[in-house]
């Protein structure tokens, strides 16, 4: 026991010696102050952005501006939210379609079903940014009621597609049954 | 501190707004994306809130079953049944009477309208029961 009190002793004494306590403290200070700072530095908050994203989803499925958010699982056009709009409004100029595409999509962070209403932004020419085509659950044109290839434009005053929207109507009963 | 907690617990289960019925969710799933969320329709939908006038008259209550939108639903016989006993009364303030059954159901939308817009003309004609 002795030996290691020894040890510690020497250990003490040496750093004493070497290391001034002014040296320590602005060491230390250094560390404490450089720890609350590094949130602050662009670095930081990069990578910060995909750690938790919109509906507290983690990763791309949580960036609305990638075709992976999870709530784009159906989507059939460019995102909105790469053209100047937001995955819940239509970008300046344009007017949402009254008449939409809707459909199912399971949030990974709460694992329930959601509907989705994937309005389409008319008005525009078509935005050509961010094509996103997934359609998990879509069906061919015979099954008129589960295709989303018809111009849901139709509904609004312009007929022309910009880009689409996906907005959260509710919580689904149950997940829609092509899936 | 445990009453703040239940006052948050209330507002989140509250927030998010889930279909309170298989019947809603159907709605919102199969109707609501072309007739709109409150009936209202568009300019090349016809409107479920124009539902009152047929009200009453004979053969509407088959009419309901053939228009396209409702015989070609994605929906079993039943709960195309169950939705559209939900779907007339929200419309037209009334219930069903007697309430559409799933045998009704099948056999009506497997006869659909061809023309479901004159039909509906014919009907209107016709005075009330």
């Known amino acids: 026991m002795s030996r290691l009190d020894h040890w510690f002793e020497g250990m003490a004494r040496q750093s004493a010696r070497r290391v001034s306590r002014r040296h320590w403290f602005s060491r230390f200070g250094a560390v404490l102050v450089g720890g609350a700072a590094l949130p602050l530095l662009p670095v930081a908050r990069a990578a910060e952005k995909h750690t938790l994203g919109e509906d507290g989803v983690k990763g791309p499925e949580g960036d609305p501006t990638r075709c992976e958010y999870w709530r784009h699982c159906a989507i059939d ?13 239509c970008p300046p100029g344009t007017e949402m379609s009254p008449v939409t595409w809707i459909g199912t999509c399971r949030n990974p962070a709460d694992g329930k079903d959601y509907i989705i209403s994937y309005n389409d932004c008319c008005g525009k020419t078509y935005c050509g940014r961010c094509m996103c085509n997934r359609n998990e659950g879509e069906r061919p044109l015979y099954h008129w009621y589960r295709n989303n290839d018809i111009n849901w434009c139709g509904g609004a005053k312009a007929q ?17 049954p092509e899936k | 501190m445990k009453r703040l907690v239940a006052t948050l617990g209330i507002l989140l289960m509250t927030q998010s707004a889930a279909a309170d019925s298989y019947e809603e969710h159907d709605y919102i799933l199969n109707c609501s994306g072309c007739h709109r969320m409150d009936g209202s329709g568009s300019r090349t939908v016809p409107p479920l809130d124009a539902m009152p006038e047929l009200s ?11 228009v396209p939108g409702a015989a070609q639903a994605p929906l079993s016989d039943a709960r195309l049944a169950a939705l559209m006993n939900w779907l007339v009364e929200r419309f037209t303030g009334k219930t069903v009477e007697p309430a559409y059954t799933a045998k009704e159901v099948g056999e009506l939308r497997r006869n659909p309208l061809r023309d479901p817009i004159e039909r509906r003309k014919a009907i209107l004609r016709l005075p009330a029961r």
């Open chain 1, 77 to 89: 056009g460019f995102l909105c939210s790469c053209c100047g709009g937001s995955h819940t409004a």
């Open chain 1, 160 to 176: 022309t597609y910009s880009c689409s929207t996906a907005v959260v109507v509710k919580t689904a009963k149950e997940a829609q």
């Open chain 2, 56 to 66: 009453g008259k004979p053969g509407a209550r088959e009419y309901w079953i053939r």
